[in-house]
């Protein structure tokens, strides 16, 4: 049986370690795979790699270990107790697989820095003898990045490397080593990752296909099925204004409004474009530390129907973004690697239902970025030799 | 220029009144085109008759008229307060095409109720010199009807409406004599209206289309868009709770459970369609007198998530009946003299978008329907003679 | 050091296993003391008998015992996972002494009913040489009874269990079999229990106090802290709709509306009282099995301003009934102590703050009632010899 | 009967002009008192001064007419439609004793300006032979202001007047000319007014009362409604979320950060005092054009019961701003002018109920300051001569 390599960035935080734990759980029968959307039966006929053959490794710069992590998370309600300690070897024998992450570059990537993440992710390839590896990004939101020229210029990159001056984010510098590496990446984060054109046209040049970005697990998702309601029966929506209350690492990252400012870009965009025009309203990412990996969203919609009528709608979210978060990076690994075997490469516009931001594509509505994404799994596959 | 007719069940209710102000108002360039579905660019290809071209007429057993019904509804805030004066004539002009609808039929109904029904159609058509004639029920909610033998055989139907015995609800006489008539019926209540086995069959052989039923335009509109949202990321609904409150007329004739029951059955069947399996909570429908035209809705939803994580999603949905209603009984008309027109007879799966309980299909999911809706009307047009 | 005795009705029950669980883990330093409200400041001079110093025992007719019943809430996220394994011992030797309780007492009570019950608080009060004991009812909710003459009158309530066929409800027997053991009584639930009229006179004659009735620990709470503030600003609220959604036991027994109708009518008479009118609204309690331990409740109120002005406020208040309700059985058990060494008999209405349908007062408004309550407690203590 | 003067700052805008009206209407029959706290029988004794015996002046920098400014405001449903014209003569009569008000200020406030608003207050008082005035100031949310000598020092004050640099908001220089003038004061903005420690103490040496600040309408009331219960019951806020959507001109001005700010750390303040602790979570004031005259509070509140249990509180508050405010400011002049017909001076602690930030008392829990008031106005009168 073949097996498939997803190595993690942030391997050690709240998601990976979900993703991780919960993948050993439904191999090892301990849990069901409600949330995995590939296991609907839409899927049934894509052949796409079992969950049960994911095999794990990934980056982090946290010391703090998988098996602390989970157990943690159980501690907190988000994850069943018992599943830490029956799954701990599975835990431990992924720990040991995981490889120092990069350090702060703020002083510019180099060359060795790169080549380091690239030999890591061949060596776990051969290591575990995988047909394949899907990097997924779960790292940190970053500061959005001024512009420079080895973001866009591929020649101008690689002299940046070689100096040891790459004004390009941590997440790039990821990206980078994974097309180097021929491995499918995925952005699950809002980070740049490879968006720089300079990457974009690597991973053309590579045949390697990747997707992203900023998974849509909570107030967008549920923006993304009510945009377009309002849309199709005309109605008109004067002010939508969104409050996120986040309590986990990323909430405190967030606190940051320097950090903030790319992830609401990518929040906000999705309504524009599914209206038609943008509303009023504010869009609010807070921390508040006491609601631990907990997040809640409330939505205020102002529209007006037939002759002005004022009406509204409002919805509060209450949910833990690892337990929405950890069956995408499942999803999202089997679905990059099985577009990886059919030959694609380049952005997957195909996968734009788990994403806020999605690349390839202006669709944000819910629904027929479904269809899209059914369509291309239902379709005869053409696999590549 | 070719003029379509709109005979209202119900005339002077809430939701006639608003419809008929509207098209009044939109016709002047009094008011924009809100809320109204058929006004959007997917539909400009269809050349559907324009709002402009509708003309109304109706029946109804209320005494209290148009203009008054009019007035009462701007007082409440939820018309505009300076359409009722403005648009004071078409409503007169209106107002004196409006007919006495059918008295109490627990007796049994007539031969001679439907055929005066059927005469009022006729004439209307012909002294407003109209192409054809949409009827759309918009009448109370009726108690769910026993079963009887001409419910199902048209000539058992007949025999029962000769000896004025036909024990059949008010709304099926009225589709009954809009069949006769050769007009395309619009069931936007709950009730039976055409949907008894002997009224389909009558639709067909007349070559008259059909669309119902309970117009979709609250809560259930919401439940729609968002019950798809949890099938597809794979999420289990546990339990959807909700709690409807009505102030209306609709509300008063819902507080009586008798009348309620086939509300309540047609809104719950949506979801387990959409969800693939019944969750548990209530669905309540309350009269709260004190709200008036307002309607105000609560859904509270508990999701399980991966690794039986437990999350909620909740939803106050705050809006006028009319506002919404009225401006889908103008698509409809339009819709319906469309279908009529091409030649199609029985009931139109493709409105199911409009509706709590579609006829013809079991597509509940709001983007489906929309779909199917727009598909339909981007075909190149096969008209009738 | 003098203990009291605390003696649960409904012993093995969600609550009471709080109850218990948590005197047992602040004892020991396990746990804080967060929602007793007897160790605020204001408390500090009573001289109430400490958490420490209280002693359990109980009726119940199930079997799950005080450990299986514990170790359910931790599963379920109720209780920390880690008390009831450290707190086994405890909770093993509370089992112990639990007694069972009155089976079906459809066919009437029996002299040897209430004289076994008496006996069991007899016997718990000598083997644990306590100065008293206190016993609250935390049973399942009782269908509301007829009108019998063994309810008014205490001989012929005599002479009816003399034959066995006393017509009162279980909680009135446990009520009068506490009164004869001269225990003090809460009444934590919405049953008759001490209230019948033959029973209030016992307790006059005996010496003895009670509290009651129906622990006031969500919802009701909420609007006893929400409906004086409408009043004080003299806004009109015109309805007020609750809906109460329910996954315990408690839910199922209120699933039938028999055993719903006295609860729905103790959370009604608050508003009243509070707003000086009943405004409209209906009034739900609904079983959501899928919740489990927890309750989901919402309000709309819709009330009018100056010059007629319409505005809204709702809340959701979500939260588990054992948390809420469990630390105030602590809390009357050390209050209805303190009254019954004081010398008290008959009705507390001080302690009204806790109860939704509050015997001996018709105040309501939560503020008030803590007023009462602390004044009492500041009062210098007079208490009997 | 002697008559009241009150003299609104912001006179023309959406508070005052229905204060204005609203007295107007209740003085004609045409409108009840809903909302009119002082009109509770908890005032009958007080023997304040009538509804009806008001006079309305004031100053104000806007051109936009009273007459105006109400049809405007029934235009967007805030007022009845009916009122305006019914009350153009009483409206159009109050705006002819309306005078201009203070231009930018921030070059200085000279001798001439507080001399100029004196004037206009000594002018009014003679002309409509009142027996006192009461300034209420309702105009927009200043920037916070620095601090300066003539703060606090009433000689830096009256030299920095005399050489036109007294470098004081405008809201203390209006407070200024009502306290020479020997008028009580009213800050029902966040704004400084009387604040400032040399107005302090001018108002305690011209014997005249003022009450402030910030009139508490919305969410803030609800929080001193609901705080107070959490810290009855013990229960541990953890946090405590606000969000307030603005549409109205207030809104506009809060849009602006160094606006807010005052009015923010007024809201916070008290949260802290009623809990003993100050909770995580955000705090937003949001303008939403949109939302017109309304205002739409969300507030999230997540605590911490018994044995560490998490659960939530949420409400949602949709009002129209000067429907809340308008009578409030009627219950405030008729109260400070009894107040100083009792011969009282400075600050009045006894008022803190109508305020966010009340001056002369650390009390922000609602029953407590209805308490205070109450218990004041039921005190037999001790007017001075």
């Known amino acids: 049986m073949t097996r498939v390599g997803v190595w993690l960035i942030g391997a050690r935080g709240s998601v990976a370690t979900t993703a991780v734990l919960g993948a050993l759980a439904v191999r090892s029968g301990a849990a069901g795979r409600t949330g995995c959307v590939t296991e609907r039966p839409e899927f049934a ?12 490794g990934g980056h982090d710069v946290s010391e703090t270990g998988l098996r602390e992590s989970a157990e943690r998370l159980a501690g907190a309600g988000v994850l069943p107790a018992h599943l830490p300690p029956a ?36 060596e776990f390839s051969e290591r575990e003898a995988l047909e394949r590896v899907v990097v997924v990004d779960l790292s940190s939101t970053e500061p959005r990045p001024g512009a420079y020229a080895e973001h866009t210029d591929a020649d101008a990159l690689e002299a940046a490397l070689d100096t040891g001056t790459a004004r390009i984010p941590a997440s790039s510098a990821y990206a980078y080593a994974a097309l180097r590496a021929g491995c499918a990446f995925v952005e699950f984060t809002p980070n740049t990752g490879p968006r720089l054109p300079a990457l ?11 997707a992203g970005s900023d998974g849509k697990t909570g107030e967008t998702l549920v923006k993304s ?25 990323d ?7 320097a950090n903030a400012e790319s992830k609401l870009a990518s929040k906000a965009r999705g309504l524009e474009h599914m209206l ?3 509303p009023d309203g504010p869009l609010h990412i807070d921390y508040v530390p006491d609601l631990g990996d907990a997040k809640v969203a409330w939505d205020h919609v102002s529209f007006e129907g037939f002759l002005g009528a ?18 995408l990076v499942l999803d999202l690994a089997r679905l990059a690697a099985h577009a990886h075997r059919q030959g694609r490469s380049g952005p997957l516009p195909e996968l734009a239902f788990f994403f806020k931001d999605p690349v390839g594509t202006r669709e944000h509505g819910l629904a027929e970025q479904w269809r899209a994404l059914t369509s291309w799994c239902a379709a005869p596959a053409e696999e590549a030799e």
């Open 45 to 56: 006929g894509a052949r796409l790699p079992g969950i049960g053959d994911l095999v794990f």
């Open 87 to 122: 799954l701990a070897d599975g835990l431990d024998r992924t720990e040991r697989g995981l490889r120092r992450g990069l350090d702060d570059v703020s002083g510019g990537v180099r060359r060795g820095d790169v080549d380091r993440l690239e030999a890591d992710l061949r």
């Open 200 to 210: 974009a046209r690597l991973a053309d040049r590579s045949g390697v296909p990747w």
């Open 225 to 249: 099925a009510l945009a377009p309601m309002f849309a199709a029966r005309a109605l008109h929506v004067r002010s939508w204004s969104s409050v996120n209350l986040l309590g986990g690492g």
């Open 251 to 257: 909430g405190a990252t967030l606190a940051d409004p």
């Open 276 to 278: 038609g025009h943008g």
């Open 310 to 327: 004022r009406m509204s709608l409002q919805f509060t979210w209450s949910g833990y973004d690892s337990a929405l978060a950890a069956p």
